[in-house]
């Protein structure tokens, strides 16, 4: 999942860089429990004190507020997919490139984000996503489309 060359060599920064370090490995489970809608898996990997920025949205702080927030989605949402097309690490943090898909019954909008997460001793601290409304829209779009006409659905990303 990492970029080519980024095993464990050291970066020009400073620190060793790599896909597979603890800090990756926690930001893969963490999105492995959201597929699997598993809020108490996936809050038990973030801090108390964690921070939470979709930016452009409200920012939500702690362990409690993105279990609140998670429940909600939950009620909602029928499965969640996080495709990670690139994932680098640099010491406490972590860069991924992933589209993300959320299904509600029939409808299933697919955009793109790239996500920072921080992680210190094992827990997620911070968990900041961006994206663009306009993709995040045309994506709706499509899912609105796709529920009435099937071919129009979207599907996996391709390159995985």
């Not at 010491?91 to 793109?112: A, M």
């Amino acid at each position: 999942m990492g970029t080519p060359g980024s095993g464990s060599a050291r970066n020009p920064i400073g620190g060793p860089t790599t896909a597979d370090s603890p800090e990756a490995t926690v930001v893969r489970a963490f999105l492995a429990s959201l597929e699997l809608l598993d809020v108490d898996r996936a809050t038990g990997l973030v801090a108390p004190d964690l921070v939470y920025e979709n930016v452009s949205l409200p920012t939500i702080h702690g362990r409690r507020g993105l279990q609140r927030a998670l429940t909600t989605f939950t009620r909602v949402a029928t499965g969640f997919e996080a495709h990670t097309h690139r994932l680098a690490a640099n010491g406490p943090v972590v860069l991924t490139e992933r589209t993300d898909v959320i299904e509600v019954g029939r409808l299933r909008v697919s955009f793109w984000v790239c996500g920072t997460f921080e992680v210190h001793h094992g827990q997620i601290t911070l968990w900041r996503d961006h994206f663009d409304w306009l993709n995040v829209t045309g994506a709706a779009l499509r899912g609105v489309l796709g529920a009435v006409l099937p071919g129009l659905r979207a599907g996996a990303p391709e390159g995985r």
